[in-house]
């Protein structure tokens, strides 16, 4: 695959007013013309070597920070948005979805937003469903507007990370009896009996109630969570507030996934995970025995390793369930995930849940020609009693080839012969595979063509 030129105006913008330097004071800086800057921040003009250069030495800038995955996630959910039927068949060319992602980021989102509400609209008139009555504009569910937050922030909240590393720097002895010791300090009882849910904290007695079924990893877990909560609630609120969700039930849920995020950061305070990443090449069993944190967790944590001047491997990482649906999912690489449907079938997290306990290793070639070496692995969850209702997810973790020398998992892997790598896509409504033998619907962006008299793989045949 070629390389693409760099286009990157709204990243130079940003970093411009951060610095709060005018377009002249920037450009003599960096030893560029005025209009030469202008035209890179418009996007008329790609950001020149000399430029990143400047950048790097001048403002020590990380690079890959101009890198374009913002754009890229947003080409991927337009492109997904735009097969919908309601498009008719005339697609904006996918150079024009880059300018639009690149040069107006906002109104992209804006599209988005508008789709997805129609989508809801329309699903409700289909369906009959209760919400026919209701006035108002449509909003996106709130489980969708907090799962696009993190979406779009990289997955990496650097006032809370940097937060939880200084909490975990301070521990003295084992982590948890520090914990313990510091919401005692704050008055707070904590106790271990069975009862309903991992975790139960009384407001009224302020007493935290931990379930002695739960795994040791989730009490410490659940344990960090209930003191982000209490002891952090200024620094996330914060954080929600320049969020701005539109409703409250978006911003509890988010509420709480930022008081995971610091728990797991805290867990695996960055620098030390980091180092610890490389040292064992990413080795998801060494590092959980290491960190006291489960597979799962792990994983997680190594797709947030996206701080500036010290960022980690890119990872996606996605849970699903045993229908296939994306539960969890985040993407610091090119792969996006499907908005709406399942997952590609053809994607080895599929077949975790038929070998338990086992890593299943993957290549894979997206239809963008983009390579990835690719793990999966089963992290049912049991009840904790007998008569229970086992959960059951399995996890993914890839990262593009590139990347594969820093991978323990792509040892032994034939890396070179291209039959070695599995055809995958992200949705087959804008798959653009025409022979996949997996396909559930047609691509919405392709003529098909029926023929009565030829029954091939699928009943119909796809054109260009």
């Given amino acids: ?15 411009r007013t951060r610095l709060g330097l005018t377009q002249k004071d920037f450009a003599g800086k960096l030893g560029i013309s005025l209009p030469y800057l202008n035209q890179m921040e418009n996007n008329n003009r790609p950001v020149s070597t000399t430029v990143v250069l400047g950048l790097a030495q001048e403002f020590g800038l990380d690079v890959t920070e101009l890198s374009s995955g913002d754009t890229e996630r947003l080409v991927s959910d337009m492109r997904e948005a735009l097969a919908d039927p309601v498009f008719a ?22 599209f988005l937003d508008l789709h997805r509400a129609y989508r809801q609209t329309h699903e409700r008139l289909a369906s009959l469903d209760e919400a026919l009555g209701h006035e108002g504009r449509a ?25 939880a590393e200084r909490f975990a720097g301070q521990a003295q002895g084992d982590l948890a009896q520090h914990t313990e010791r510091v919401l005692e300090g704050m ?9 309903e849910g991992v975790r139960h904290y009384d407001r009224a007695s302020r007493t935290l109630t931990l379930s002695p079924r739960a795994a040791p990893e989730t009490q410490r877990f659940q344990l960090l969570h209930q003191y982000a ?23 509890e849920i988010a509420r709480i996934g930022m008081a995971n995020y610091f728990a797991g950061a ?8 980091a180092e610890a990443a490389d040292e064992t090449r990413h080795d998801l069993e060494r590092m959980s025995i290491q960190f006291g944190a489960s597979i799962e967790q792990i994983a997680h944590r190594l797709s947030t390793l996206q701080r500036p001047g010290a960022k980690g491997v890119p990872f996606f990482f996605a849970r699903v369930d045993q229908a296939g649906t994306v539960t969890k999912r985040h993407s610091a690489t090119r792969l996006q995930f499907a908005r709406f449907g399942g997952a590609c079938p053809l994607w080895n997290v599929h077949q975790a849940f038929e070998t338990p306990g086992r890593f299943l290793r993957q290549l894979a070639e997206t239809p963008d020609g983009i390579r990835y070496v690719i793990l999966a692995r089963d992290v049912s969850k049991s009840g904790g009693a007998w008569g229970t209702p086992t959960r059951r997810f399995a996890i993914s973790l890839g990262c593009e080839l590139r990347h594969a020398p820093k991978l323990v998992y792509a040892d032994g892997l034939d890396l070179d012969r291209d039959e070695a790598f599995q055809p995958i896509g992200i949705s087959c409504r804008i798959c ?24 091939g793989t699928l009943p119909y045949q796809i054109g260009g």
């Fill in 1 to 15: 695959m070629p390389n693409r030129k760099l286009y990157a105006g709204a990243k130079l913008r940003e970093l």
């Fill in 89 to 110: 068949e005339d697609s904006p060319p996918l150079a024009d979805l880059r300018l639009a992602a690149s040069n107006a980021p906002a109104l992209a989102r804006a």
């Fill in 139 to 163: 909003t996106p569910s709130p489980w969708e507007e907090v799962r696009d937050f993190f979406h779009y922030c990289d997955n990496y909240i650097d006032a809370v990370d940097r937060a």
């Fill in 187 to 195: 008055g707070v009882q904590i106790r271990h009996a069975a009862g």
């Fill in 229 to 251: 909560l209490l002891a952090q609630s200024q620094l996330l609120e914060a954080t929600l507030d320049l969020a701005r969700f539109q409703t409250d039930t978006a911003r």
């Fill in 266 to 273: 805290v867990l695996m305070p960055y620098t030390r995970f």
């Fill in 432 to 455: 653009e595979r025409a022979h996949c033998h997996q396909r559930s619907v047609p691509p919405l962006e392709r003529q098909l063509t029926v023929d009565p008299d030829h029954r």
